[in-house]
């Protein structure tokens, strides 16, 4: 959507803080801002005249939001799965390990696309579409994690190669519309960052450990846990903690894998 400042400048009495080009305000309006720029743009928005070198007296006219298209998340795949990224997979594990990739990616785009489509048609709700898209985007941090640890392994590891894979958390849990409005309430935006990072070091740290890289995997995810409680936000304190769990059951350190 087209977000505006909390104080917006287009509105200042102030003349030095209004935009000095009509261009630069149209600019403004037009950038968006993550994922939520696939929520249902604002019809019409008001825009001010600005003053040039002398003041004049503000008055508003209206400015038609330009529409986002519902493309499936592509600038936010591309920046995991891309050609340099394929080169490197197909280089070192071949064909096979990129088609399985090809496959994941096309599906998590297919999800993004009607999470974006229901919301516009009206079929689910703002609420419900946050919901959708901050799965999907742990979804793809699943997947940069993968792809991070795929493009490090030699190709006589391709056994593990295909677990990594093949474990990859699926998207269709991101179009389960009745799991989803009865998960515990998202964490508040304020810490949100944290928590898709320390979400990221969780994926990171399962791939390594099906990649076989112990040491590694136990590293990230000690990491996790201690971010996670430096969050306050208890699902992401219990998934860590869980993750930690399952590492160390995989390693056989049972001992330590109690929780």
Not at 30 to 53: N, Q
Not at 90 to 115: E, F, M, N, P
Not at 135 to 150: K, M
Not at 173 to 195: G, N
């Amino acid at each position: 959507p087209i977000l505006l400042h909390p104080k917006p400048r287009r509105l200042s009495l102030d003349p030095a803080r209004r935009y000095p080009k009509l261009a630069d305000l149209a600019a403004e309006l037009r950038r968006t801002r993550g994922w939520r720029r696939y929520r249902i743009p604002a019809l019409a928005t008001t825009v001010a005249a600005v003053s040039v070198g002398i003041t004049l007296n503000l008055q508003t006219e209206p400015a038609v939001a330009p529409v986002v298209e519902c493309d499936g998340g592509s600038a936010e795949v591309g920046r995991i799965w891309n050609p340099r990224a394929r080169d490197a997979i197909s280089r070192t594990l071949g064909a096979s390990a990129v088609t399985s990739l090809d496959t994941y990616v096309a599906t998590w785009s297919d999800a993004h696309r009607a999470a974006c489509n229901d919301h516009r048609r009206g079929v689910t709700s703002e609420k419900l579409l946050d919901r959708r898209m901050l799965c999907l985007e742990q979804r793809l941090g699943d997947l940069g994690a993968a792809v991070d640890v795929l493009g490090k392994m030699e190709r006589d590891s391709l056994f593990r190669a295909f677990d990594v894979l093949a474990r990859i958390p699926a998207t269709s849990r991101c179009s389960d519309l009745e799991r989803l409005q009865a998960e515990v309430e998202p964490p508040d935006p304020v810490i949100r960052d944290r928590v898709t990072m320390v979400q990221g070091q969780i994926s990171r740290a399962e791939a390594l450990s099906r990649a076989g890289r112990s040491v590694a995997a136990q590293q990230a995810a000690r990491e996790a846990t201690a971010g996670a409680k430096q969050t306050s936000y208890a699902p992401l304190e219990v998934e860590a903690a869980l993750a930690e769990s399952r590492i160390l059951i995989s390693q056989r350190q049972l001992r330590a894998a109690i929780v």
